[in-house]
Every structure is written in C-alpha cells, then in structure tokens.
C-alpha cells in the first residue's frame, strides 16, 4: 500500500479527513452537555453504511477523549476495519517522556497524528507553553501530523507557535470555527489569514454547519467562509471532512457529504481531487 496524490485522472480515493467514534461505556465524554443527542455510542458499523451511500472510501478516526487508552482503542478499530486509512490519537505533549509513547504508537501503521482539544483549554495560549511546545518539536522530530482543533481566541497563537516548529506537518480543523450563525469574520478572518501565509499549514474544510444556525442553516450562510478560505490556503492545500456523528447536531452525514460537493462543484477536477482525498492522503500519508 502507497499514498498517492491528486491527478486529474480522478484517481483520489475520497476521504472523510475527520470523524469519531466513541463508546460511552469505556470512556467519559465532558464535553457533551447532559441530555445531548450525541450521548449514545456511534462505532464502525455505524458509519459504514453511510459512507457507501455517500460514496466516500477511506477515513480518518480523530480523538475525542484525551487518555492514551481511548488512543489505542481507536488504532484497534482502525486495523479491524476496511474503510479507515489513519487515527489522530491523543498523546500528553507536557509529559518530557513523551516521546517514549510515541515510540509504542508508531509501531502501528494506523498511527497518523496528534491531537488535543486546545479549545477546551481555559487559557487560550495553553499550546505555546514551553512544555506543549517541546512535545510538538517531538512531533516534528518524527513527522508525525498535528491537529489544531482551535476557535478564533487560539488563532493568533498558532503562527507563533509554528515558528518554533517550523517543520511541523499541521493542520487546522474545522476552519477554526467562526461564528457562522452570527455572520461574523473577525478577528477571524485576519488572523486565519496569518496561518494561512504559513507554508506547510493545512486547513480542514469541516465542522461548518454546527458553527451555523442548527435548524435553519443553509448553503449560502457557508459559501462566503469556505470563501475566504479558499483564497487564503488554495485547493491544494483543504481536505474534507465531515465531523461525525457531531455534525448531526445539524445534518444528516449525506447532507454534509451532498453540501460540500455543491460548494465545490464549479472547481476543476484536480481540485476538487485535492479537496475530496488527495490533500488528505498526501497530509497523513494514508494507507489504501
């Protein structure tokens, strides 16, 4: 098995670069509010249906509990199923023996990336932290990818950060969730813009529709944000992703799949290759 890039040959495999499973028995989700629609299990069966009536190949399973044991749950999902290409687990980037972990975790080929929930941090630059900053530059040392899961407070934090690890194979998720249902785009906007000058930074093109209104949102309250983002990092450099099961809150998985391939359906081809898989396969260096 080998990664492959976008071609204008459609060879992509159309990859969902971001979606979760979780299992409430196993593991204590804080961040869902009491009575969520989102507190019940969603596993691999779950989803496989879904993705055949999308039409979508591959995944990738992105953390949503912060312990090293959910990480190795998901890379054991990962090596039983047929659809999923990579994992972005959870390390503690504070622990100085991080790297004696990430030496377990590389030794499956699921392995992908890192990621923690930044934005649940009380402190908006926890991640520029000398202690996160040395895990990362672990990150780096290795290859091995980084999510920012950041809202726009984190933005201004990021490109500082990036100085320091200036070889760090990162991406942003989800946008960076701007208040699309408040139509509002700064700070957001300005400081995004100086990620995006960023060479090596990648942009999640997901997550958008429970930043909108959940019940009446629409594909226009989308476009002017997918945008600017367009502008600001090209296709080559977006991947999609859906965000299930907690883009439920606002839409169905085929709705997030339909809306997005209507966002880009007047790009070329080998763009929208970038978008739909390519940049993805290519970012985490995915198995298929």
């Known amino acids: 098995m080998t990664s492959i890039t976008a071609t204008s040959s459609g060879a992509s495999p159309v990859v969902d670069s971001h979606h979760h499973f979780w299992d409430l028995g196993k593991f204590d989700y804080d961040w869902m509010p009491e009575g969520s629609p989102l507190r019940v299990d969603f596993g691999p069966e779950d989803l496989r249906a879904l993705l055949k ?5 591959r995944t990738v399973i992105v953390q949503a509990h912060q312990s090293l044991e959910e990480t190795y749950w998901l890379l054991e999902l990962a090596e039983a199923s047929d659809y999923v290409a990579g994992v972005v687990g959870w390390v503690d980037l504070t622990d100085p023996a991080v790297g004696l972990e990430l030496d377990k975790l590389q030794r499956s080929p699921w392995f992908k990336g890192v990621r923690h929930i930044w934005e649940g941090e009380t402190d908006a630059g926890w ?34 950060i990036m100085e320091k690890v200036p070889d760090l194979r990162a991406v942003i998720d989800h946008i960076a969730k701007p208040d699309i249902k408040g139509r509002k785009f700064e700070p957001w906007l300005s400081d995004l813009r100086h990620v995006a000058s960023v060479d090596r930074m990648r942009c999640k ?34 991947m999609f992703g859906t965000d299930w099961p907690v883009c439920t809150l606002a839409g169905s998985y085929e709705k997030v799949v339909s809306t997005a391939r209507k966002l ?24 298929h």
Do not use: Q
């Open 264 to 287: 880009f359906e007047s790009f070329t081809e080998l763009e929208r290759n970038w978008i739909f898989g390519g940049t993805a396969t290519d970012f985490y260096r995915l198995r």
């Open 53 to 57: 009536n999308a039409c979508v190949e």
């Open 127 to 160: 991640l520029d932290r000398p202690e996160a900053i040395n895990g990362l530059r672990e990150l780096e040392h290795r290859g091995i990818c980084y999510d920012f899961l950041v809202r726009p407070p984190n933005l201004p934090y990021v490109p500082r």
């Open 205 to 238: 093109v997901s997550g958008m529709i429970t930043e909108a209104d959940h019940a009446n949102w629409s594909i226009d309250d989308l476009k002017p944000y997918v945008h600017h983002v367009v502008g600001m990092f090209g296709t080559d450099r977006l």
